[in-house]
């Protein structure tokens, strides 16, 4: 580590031992919400023009993991709520 890195991990627990305080939402809502925001975090979508392109490195990176999670229908649930607001087509 040098002084110029940045360490976030703990950010990143933080956040998402917060979202397990959450009652209204599934574990597996939790699960897909956890991955996607690493990802984000990591990937930084600063327009909106580049959510597709995001969301199509995403499924091809974690696709096998979602499959084996079962987080396939969280997966389309958030694509859907991205294509309600104009974000993918």
Do not use: Y
């Not at 976030?8 to 996607?36: C, G, I, N, S, Y």
């Not at 990591?42 to 023009?49: E, G, K, M, S, T």
Request: aromatic share 14%; proline share 2%; charged share 30%.
């Amino acid at each position: 580590d040098s002084d110029d890195d940045v360490d976030d991990e703990w950010q990143l627990a933080q956040a998402e031992r917060l979202m397990d305080e959450f009652e209204d939402v599934t574990p597996r809502e939790k699960a897909f919400m956890k991955l996607w925001n690493r990802f984000v975090h990591r990937h930084a979508i600063l327009a909106d023009f580049q959510v597709p392109v995001a969301c199509e490195t995403f499924a091809r990176n974690f696709g096998q993991q979602l499959i084996e999670q079962g987080l396939r229908d969280e997966l389309l649930f958030h694509l859907f709520a991205l294509w309600d607001f104009n974000l993918v087509d």
